[in-house]
C-alpha cells in the first residue's frame, strides 16, 4: 500500500498532495522523507507512461507537483543537508535554425526531475555553442533536438563538430524531435534517436548506469 | 444565390457539396492557356474528387505537402520569399511547373507578408530575419496567452476577449484596442465620448496607422502572389483548400494557453476546457464561412496538433479533443465543404475514434501514421492521404523511396480514396527525391 502522497501524486490529485506535504512537515516529518516520496510517485508515473496508461498530461502535472513540493520544502532543510548527488549531466538544445522549444523543454524538465543535471542550451543553438559547453561541463549525454527537416542538417553538422573537436569520447548523443527516425539517426551518426520524452530518460540513465 | 429555383440556404448538404465540386471542376473565370491545360486541369481536379469521394480515380492522385522546400529549391532564402513577393512567385512557379504533381503547391499558405507581421508586432510567431536566422521558416512560440483565469472571459464573450485583451497581447499593433468599447455598445444614440471617445486617444490612433499600414503590404503581397496562382491554375494546376479551421482544442491549447497550460488544465480546470471548446465550436465553422461563397474550393485545411499520441490518452481524446473537433467537421460538411484534417505525429491511437463520421466527406493526411491500419480503419470511411517520410526525402536514396512509395500504392491505394503525399511539412529534400515521389505514383499508382 504506497503513502498516501504517492497515491494523491499519482492520482494526479494536485491539491491533495500539496497539503498532504504541507500536514507532514507540520507534524514535522523530516523534509527529505516527503522528497523521497515525491520521487517515489514519480517513479509510479515513470513506469506508467512507459507502459502506455499515462501520457504526457500525467508527466507534466507530476512534476509541476515534485517542483512545487521542492520550492515548500527547501527553505526548511538543513543547510548542511547534502545535495543529492546528480546521477550525471546531460547538455541539451534545439539545434541551429530551428526555434522549436516544446519538445525539448519537456524532456529537460523529465531529465530534471529524473536526477539529472541539465545544462539546456536554449534554442536555434549553433554548432560552436554545442562544442563549448560539451567542452566545459563534460557532459555523458549530449541531447539535441529539433522539428524542422533543416534540422537534420543542422545536427549531422553539429555532431561532426563535437566529435572533431575531440569531445567524443565518452559522450553518447541522442537526437530526439517530431520527424526523427532510424533514417535521421544515421543520417546525423548520433547514438540514438528518442521517440518520447522518457525514451531521453532512459537513455540518460542506461548511459550512466543505472536503471 | 439560386439555383434549380433553390436558394443556397434551402439547399442539402449534398446539394451544396456537389454544388462546390462542380464548381471546382469548372473554374468560372481561369483562362487556360491551352485546351491541354484545361485537359490537365479537368483531369487533375475529377482524380482528386474521386480519391475524396471513395471512389476509384484513373490513377492514385499525388500531391506535396510542402514548407519552404519550393523557395529553398528554387535559391532564395525564406526571408527574401516572405519579404520580396516577386521572388515567392517566382519559386512558386519554377517548382511547380518543374515537379508537376497533381495538386498545385500554393504560395498562399507559406510565404507570409513578413513586412505586415513586422508593423504589427505579431509576437506568438518568429520569421526569418525576425527571430530565426534568414534560411529557416516561420516558427511558432509555444506560450501562455490566455491565463487559466481568463476562460470564463472567453467564453462568455470570445469577440470581446479576443478585441480588447488578447489581440493587444499577441500583436503590438492591436495596442490600442484595449481601450475601444465594443459593437455591442452601438445602441439608441451611441456616439458620445464613451464609445467615440477612445477613437481619437493617440495610442488608439497609432494601432489604426498600423493596421493601415498593414493592410497596404498584404495588399502588395497579394498583388504579387494572386497572379503567380492564378497563372498556375491557368496551366491547369490546381488548389485544393478554400480556406482553414481548426480542432477548437487546438485552437485554445496552440494559441492561448500554450502546451504546458493545456496539458496541466486536462486536471487543473477540465470542466472549462470542456466548455470553451464547445463554446468555440459553432465559432471555428463560422470563421470559415465567412469568407467562402457557394463556389469557394471544397477543401477545408485543418492542421491538428495537440490529439496526437502521447499528447493525451485515448479516453482524453474522446472527451476533450474529438467532440468538438467533430461538431467543427459536421458543421462545414452541413455547408459541403470537404475537412481537409492534417494529422502531424502519430494518430495510431486515434484511428478508431475519427471513424465516426460520414462516410467520404473528410480528408485525412497523416504524418507517422501506419498506413495499412489506417486504410483498415478510417481509410473506410474517409479519404487518406501521405505519408512518404521526411527523413527518407531528405536523407534516402531514390530506391528506398521508389520502394515505400509502391508500398504506399500496395497497401492505400486499393479501391481508391487514397492520395499520395509527404508526411511531414518538407522544408528540404533531394530533388530526386521528390521526383520520384511524383513520378512512381504515376506510372505506378494507374489503376
Known amino acids: 500500500m504506497a503513502h498516501e502522497l504517492v497515491e494523491a501524486m499519482v492520482g494526479m490529485r494536485e491539491k491533495d498532495a500539496l497539503r498532504i506535504v504541507d500536514e507532514m512537515l507540520e507534524r514535522g516529518d523530516d523534509p527529505q522523507t516527503v522528497l523521497d516520496l515525491g520521487q517515489e510517485a514519480m517513479q509510479v508515473v515513470g513506469d ?65 526531475i529524473n536526477g539529472f543535471e541539465v545544462i539546456d542550451l536554449g534554442i536555434n543553438v549553433p554548432e560552436e555553442a554545442f562544442v563549448e559547453a560539451v567542452r566545459e561541463h563534460k557532459p555523458q549525454v549530449l541531447a539535441l533536438s529539433g522539428f524542422l527537416s533543416l534540422a537534420f542538417d543542422s545536427m549531422k553538422s553539429t555532431i561532426e563538430q563535437v566529435r572533431g573537436a575531440g569531445l567524443g569520447e565518452g559522450l553518447s548523443v541522442i537526437i530526439g524531435g517530431g520527424q526523427m527516425d532510424e533514417t535521421v539517426r544515421q543520417f546525423t551518426v548520433a547514438d540514438a534517436y528518442g521517440e518520447d520524452a522518457m525514451a531521453a530518460v532512459a537513455y540518460a540513465k542506461k548511459t550512466v548506469g543505472v536503471n | 444565390m439560386a439555383e434549380n429555383g433553390k436558394s443556397w440556404a434551402d439547399k442539402t448538404a449534398e446539394e451544396k457539396r456537389d454544388h462546390r465540386y462542380a464548381s471546382w471542376l469548372a473554374s468560372p ?84 507578408p513578413g513586412k505586415a507581421y513586422e508593423l504589427l508586432e505579431y509576437r506568438l510567431y518568429d520569421w526569418p530575419g525576425h527571430g530565426t536566422p534568414e534560411d529557416a521558416g516561420f516558427q511558432y512560440k509555444d506560450q501562455e496567452w490566455m491565463s487559466i483565469d481568463e476562460y ?60 493601415k499600414a498593414a493592410a497596404d503590404e498584404v495588399g502588395a503581397w497579394a498583388g504579387g502572389i494572386f497572379p503567380a496562382v492564378g497563372a498556375l491554375q491557368a496551366e491547369g494546376f490546381c488548389q485544393i483548400w478554400g480556406g482553414a479551421s481548426k ?54 485545411f485543418i492542421p491538428l496538433h495537440k490529439g496526437a499520441d502521447g499528447f493525451m490518452s485515448v479516453e482524453q481524446f474522446q472527451k476533450f479533443y474529438w467532440p468538438s473537433l467533430r461538431t467543427v467537421l459536421m458543421g462545414l460538411i452541413e455547408e459541403g465543404f470537404t475537412p481537409f484534417l492534417y494529422a502531424e505525429g502519430r494518430y495510431a491511437s486515434r484511428l478508431e475514434t475519427i471513424m465516426d463520421l460520414p462516410k467520404g466527406k473528410t480528408v485525412w493526411l497523416f504524418d507517422q501514421t501506419d498506413m495499412e491500419r489506417a486504410k483498415e480503419t478510417i481509410g473506410q470511411v474517409a479519404c487518406i492521404q501521405g505519408n512518404l517520410p521526411l527523413s527518407l526525402a531528405h536523407a534516402g536514396t531514390v530506391d528506398e523511396v521508389t520502394a515505400y512509395v509502391k508500398n504506399l500504392i500496395d497497401v492505400a491505394g486499393p479501391g481508391g480514396g487514397y492520395v499520395m503525399d509527404l508526411g511531414g511539412v518538407t522544408d528540404s529534400a533531394k530533388q530526386e527525391n521528390i521526383e520520384a515521389m511524383i513520378n512512381v505514383t504515376k506510372e505506378y499508382g494507374v489503376y
Not at chain 2, 455591442?184 to 451611441?190: A, H, I
Not at chain 2, 502546451?259 to 470542456?274: F, H, I, N, Q, S
Not at chain 2, 470559415?288 to 457557394?294: K, Q
Open chain 2, 247 to 300: 480542432a477548437p482544442y487546438d485552437f485554445i491549447g496552440d494559441s492561448l494557453r500554450g502546451t504546458r497550460g493545456m496539458l496541466m488544465d486536462l486536471y487543473r480546470a477540465p470542466e472549462k476546457v470542456l466548455a470553451a471548446c464547445e463554446r468555440l465550436a459553432p465559432l471555428m465553422v463560422r470563421w470559415t464561412l465567412r469568407h467562402a461563397t457557394p463556389d469557394t474550393i471544397p477543401g477545408i
Open chain 2, 152 to 211: 470564463d472571459h472567453l467564453i462568455e464573450d470570445p469577440t470581446d476577449f479576443f478585441y480588447s485583451v488578447y489581440a493587444p497581447r499577441i500583436a503590438g499593433g492591436y495596442e490600442g484596442f484595449r481601450m475601444l468599447s465594443t459593437p455591442f455598445d452601438l445602441v439608441e444614440m451611441p456616439f458620445g465620448t464613451l464609445n467615440m471617445g477612445p477613437w481619437g486617444i493617440p495610442d488608439v490612433q497609432a494601432s489604426l496607422e498600423k493596421l
Open chain 2, 29 to 112: 473565370g481561369t483562362e487556360f492557356v491551352s485546351p491541354e491545360a484545361k485537359a490537365t486541369y479537368e483531369a487533375a481536379v475529377t482524380r482528386i474528387s474521386d480519391a475524396y469521394s471513395l471512389r476509384q480515380p484513373d490513377r492514385v492522385p499525388v500531391s506535396m505537402n510542402m514548407g519552404w522546400y519550393p523557395v529553398n529549391w528554387a535559391g532564395y532564402t525564406s526571408y527574401e520569399a516572405m519579404y520580396d513577393y516577386s521572388k515567392a512567385a517566382d519559386a512558386y512557379l519554377r517548382f511547380n511547373r518543374h515537379f508537376r504533381a497533381d495538386v498545385m503547391a500554393n504560395p498562399i499558405f507559406m510565404t507570409v
Open chain 1, 48 to 112: 506508467k507512461f512507459e507502459e502506455g496508461s499515462f501520457f504526457l498530461p500525467e508527466l507534466m502535472l507530476s512534476g509541476e507537483m515534485l517542483k512545487k513540493m521542492a520550492e515548500i520544502i527547501k527553505p526548511r532543510m538543513a543547510a548542511q543537508a547534502e545535495q543529492r548527488e546528480k546521477l550525471g549531466t546531460v547538455v541539451l538544445g534545439t539545434v541551429r535554425g530551428d526555434i522549436h522549444d516544446i519538445g525539448k523543454d519537456i524532456v529537460g524538465f523529465v531529465l530534471d
